[in-house]
């Protein structure tokens, strides 16, 4: 049966519109996002069948496009507006940072920062630049190192905050191996940043850890 022979409240769109995009599943989402299935497979049987394919919705996403434009019914037209629309996503929560407060938005902050290194394969070492009001100036990536490591210059990083004019700077990184833990060089270098930024009254505010599917805050541990 297809999907417009679907009672209404079924139907992926028709459920979002009256429900909102967080009742439907990880099928359904992408299955609007499909808009079409194949020749005797609805859009959500297709979404369903990729979800399997791929091991779910996250690593479908983030699926190189080769690989993306392989599987049946997808493409570069395909693969050219899930880029977009995750640009999209990622710009927003930029935006929702900078216009108000980096502290006074806590779950924006974690969510921009997820999006932009939670799937990167290597650590990488970043800095969120902030004026006298705690509002985003830029995000800059400083460092990026192997799978388990960045090596981190203090100087780099104060040369960076002078030259942005920081008032006060959030570190962050990622963790590739997924899990939030800091290691003792996370514990030192913090230490280092730290002291090295106030000899310029820099006040380092936090550093993230991104996870896999988690973020851990160095003042909310009592690390900082």
């Known amino acids: 049966m297809k999907i417009k022979d679907w009672p209404e409240a079924e139907r992926p769109r028709e459920k979002l519109l009256a429900q909102g995009a967080g009742a439907l599943s990880d099928a359904e989402l992408l299955a609007i996002f499909l808009r079409v ?131 006060a700077v959030i570190l962050a990184h990622n963790h590739p191996s997924g899990s939030c833990e800091p290691s003792q060089a996370d514990i030192w270098i913090t230490e280092r940043l730290v002291q090295a930024l106030q000899l310029f009254d820099i006040p380092v505010l936090d550093h993230m850890i991104i996870g896999e599917g988690e973020t851990l805050s160095f003042v909310e541990h009592g690390l900082l």
């Open 37 to 167: 299935g194949l020749p005797g497979v609805s859009a959500v049987d297709m979404a369903r069948s990729l979800l399997r394919e791929f091991g779910g919705l996250r690593a479908l996403l983030e699926v190189d496009r080769d690989r993306f434009c392989r599987a049946p019914g997808l493409g570069n037209a395909k693969f050219a507006q899930l880029q977009a629309a995750l640009e999209m996503a990622r710009r927003h929560l930029a935006e929702t940072i900078r216009l108000g407060s980096a502290l006074g938005s806590p779950a924006a902050l974690r969510d921009y920062l997820a999006m932009q290194l939670r799937h990167r394969r290597r650590e990488v070492f970043c800095c969120l630049y902030l004026n006298n009001q705690r509002c985003v100036i830029a995000f800059e990536e400083l460092f990026e190192g192997t799978l388990n490591a960045a090596n981190v210059y203090p100087r780099e990083v104060v040369q960076a905050a002078l030259y942005r004019g920081a008032a």
